[in-house]
């Protein structure tokens, strides 16, 4: 059964930075996810198994992902925050229908 545990969100100021963790059950292509309040579900970022990484544009040049497969954990870096990235963030695999951590709360606020 796969399984997806998420942590290191929490609240940053405006051009701060934090990391998220994403521990998984086992070695997947993943991919990070966002939804803010009243808002779709936006893909961030996917990283593949060989550490091949795929950005939106609006984190490009900010946040990385990267992934240490031999605790099979992917992680997030994300700098230069900003209002906007204000959301729950989840780690996925299988795409929409696949498997979805928990959530995690990022807010960025003075």
């Known amino acids: 059964q796969v399984q997806l545990v998420e942590s290191g969100g929490g609240l940053v100021q405006p051009g701060g930075s934090l990391t998220l963790s994403c521990a998984a059950s086992g070695s997947y292509i993943m991919g990070w996810y966002r939804q803010a309040t009243g808002k779709q579900r936006e893909l961030v970022a996917t990283?593949?198994?060989?550490?091949?990484?795929k950005y939106a544009d609006f984190v490009k040049g900010r946040f990385t992902s990267s992934r240490d497969n031999g605790r099979n954990t992917v992680y997030l870096q994300m700098n230069n925050l900003k209002p906007e990235d204000t959301a729950v963030y989840y780690c996925?695999?299988?795409?929409?229908?696949?498997?979805w951590g928990q959530g995690t709360q990022v807010t960025v606020s003075s």
């Open positions: 996925n695999t299988g795409g929409l229908r696949g498997y």
């Open positions: 990283i593949d198994r060989d550490g091949t990484t």
